[in-house]
């Protein structure tokens, strides 16, 4: 079945008020691309300025408490990222796996927060190098699935990304192959957990997408867009991306 692409940005810990001019030529490029899903995560201080920057933008968190409100000193609810513009979140990111021990509870918690706003959520999931050099990589990921996808999940409001943490910042990319079988495996057991429905959640590749192996990867059999993470802080970088996904 046809799915629409969706090339996603993840600032990160980056940016500021003046980096968000980037946005505009980031919105125009998206604009004149109305067969592609343009998204952009950004640093929870960011989002209220962007969103009023870029209306047509679709913008969005890098993380958000599985609860709505109460005793979390420093955390922000998915009620809140709304209120400040957010349409959707990105949630279980390996950074925030492995920097602040996130588990795929955790994570599932989120997506169906984020869910109960009505905000869209990308749910991450990855091997490292070491579960991939021993050969467990499927399994791995197909398991963090398994616990990680929230209850009633569905392409209105959830989407997958798959980013190999060895991949994420370091300029290497798995092969073609190997993204179209993990792809695949993604897919197999998301038929084996929520039926028909899998065929319309979205399936994003992440990690060291850039303008040069942007259309190869998004290209690849059930790959359904990208999450962007160094090529999207620039509209120099990201808009190349995003027209690669047409
Ligand atoms: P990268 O990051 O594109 O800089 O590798 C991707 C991500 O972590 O989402």
Redesign the pocket.
Known sequence: MARRKLVAG?W?MNGSRAALTELDAIAQAAATRPGVDVAVALPATLIAPAAERAPALSIGAEDVHAADHGAHTGCISAAMVKEAGARFS?VG???RRADQGETDADVKAKAEALHRHGLHAIV?VGETLDEREAGHAEAVVTAQIAGSLPDGASGDWCSI?Y?PVW?????RTPTADDVAAMHGAIRAKLRELIGGEADRLRILY?????PDNARELLHVADVDGA??????LTAAKFVPVIAAAR
């Open positions: 993840n990160k990105i990111h390996s950074e991450c990304a980013e991949a994420i910042g370091t300029g992440g990690g060291s997408v850039t999450l962007v993470g160094g090529a999207s």
